[in-house]
């Protein structure tokens, strides 16, 4: 795990992987943990799987979506 976590809200693969597709060349992926926040009830596509296919050793990447916010006690914390 790195010192920092990015936390970046998306709701469409299309717009996170151009994100990751901007950042990829700054080398930000090699200093921070990624997390992803999915404003979807569930996950609507694989993380991973993109993840592996853009940044290779991406590393530590998270992926949450409206479900997990209810199984843990975050709920009233995050709208």
Same mark, same amino acid.
């Given at each position: 795990?790195?010192?920092?976590?990015?936390?970046? @809200?998306?709701?469409?693969?299309?717009?996170?992987?151009?994100? !990751?597709?901007?950042?990829?060349?700054?080398?930000?992926?090699?200093?921070?943990?990624? !997390?992803?926040?999915?404003?979807?009830?569930?996950?609507?596509?694989?993380?991973?799987?993109?993840?592996?296919?853009?940044?290779?050793?991406?590393?530590?990447?998270?992926?949450?979506?409206?479900?997990?916010?209810? !199984?843990?006690?975050?709920?009233?914390?995050? @709208?």
């Amino acid at each position: 795990m790195k010192d920092t976590c990015l936390v970046v @809200p998306s709701i469409r693969r299309e717009s996170f992987e151009r994100f !990751v597709g901007e950042w990829l060349p700054t080398g930000l992926f090699d200093r921070v943990d990624l !997390v992803l926040m999915e404003d979807n009830p569930t996950r609507t596509f694989d993380l991973r799987e993109l993840m592996n296919q853009l940044v290779p050793d991406s590393g530590a990447v998270t992926h949450f979506c409206w479900q997990d916010i209810d !199984v843990h006690d975050w709920s009233y914390i995050i @709208p």
